[in-house]
């Protein structure tokens, strides 16, 4: 079964700095990983999808990584902005199947 | 493109009550996922379709939740009787299982409470 693992669960941070958000899985036989957004009572925004067999991708001040081998993924926002507050949420697709872990809340102070 | 439409948004019941959630998926798309999110488990993949048949139901947590597709542009999920314990947030997601990338679209969510 796959495990999805997000480190740390919150980060504060003043705004201007960068954000670094890790997720690791267990199951290394992915098809894909995606970062999503959920701001508080609402639903889930995909920011970025990463193809295995990609080792990046990159959207506007958005950069993830992906290293399948090692199970590791990193997203990371540059200049972060009191906008960019919310809950990153790393997900993993095996098959059909996607596994999500739980989270890391982020909250930029202006 | 309207997007994943779930309704309703928010629904309050009693414990014991009957419990319809509605979906209705991304046109065109073959695939639908209905997941529960709660402070507990995270979100977790309850039941998926593909062209309106289930495929994985192993993630309904028991007999009391059924879910059915009636025709690709419709799915429910149904709870009776409903327990306190259901609380959560319901998504409904879908996507077109020929797509290479396979990217789920995430509806608004269902949030449902059972007192």
């Known amino acids: 079964k796959q495990e999805v693992t997000q480190i740390p669960a919150a980060l504060s941070v003043p705004e201007g700095e960068n954000l670094v958000l890790n997720c690791s899985f267990t199951?290394?036989?992915?098809?894909?990983l995606q970062w999503f957004r959920q701001d508080p009572g609402k639903g889930l925004t995909s920011l970025l999808l990463?193809?295995?067999?990609?080792r990046e991708q990159t959207s506007g001040r958005l950069n993830a990584s992906l290293d399948k081998s090692s199970g590791r993924s990193t997203l990371y926002i540059a200049a972060s902005q009191p906008g960019d507050s919310a809950t990153y949420l790393c997900?993993?697709?095996?098959?059909?199947?996607?596994?999500f872990g739980a989270g890391t809340t982020v909250t930029v102070r202006a | 493109d309207a997007g994943v439409i779930q309704s309703p948004r928010h629904e309050v019941t009693e414990m014991g009550q009957e419990v319809t959630l509605r979906c209705k998926p991304i046109?065109?798309?073959?695939?639908l996922f209905w997941y529960r999110q709660t402070m507990m488990r995270g979100l977790e993949l309850l039941i998926y379709?593909?062209?309106?048949?289930?495929?994985?139901d192993s993630g309904m947590p028991e007999d009391r939740f059924s879910a059915k597709m009636p025709n690709a542009s419709f799915s429910t999920l149904k709870i009776q009787p409903s327990e306190p314990r259901d609380s959560a947030v319901y998504f409904c997601?879908?996507?077109?299982?020929?797509?290479?990338?396979?990217?789920?679209?995430f509806g608004p969510g269902t949030r449902l409470t059972v007192t």
């Open positions: 046109s065109g798309h073959n695939s």
């Open positions: 199951d290394s036989a992915i098809y894909n």
């Open positions: 379709f593909n062209n309106n048949v289930p495929i994985d």
């Open positions: 997900a993993v697709r095996n098959d059909y199947k996607l596994s």
């Open positions: 997601a879908s996507s077109l299982s020929g797509n290479p990338t396979y990217e789920q679209y």
């Open positions: 990463i193809q295995s067999s990609q």
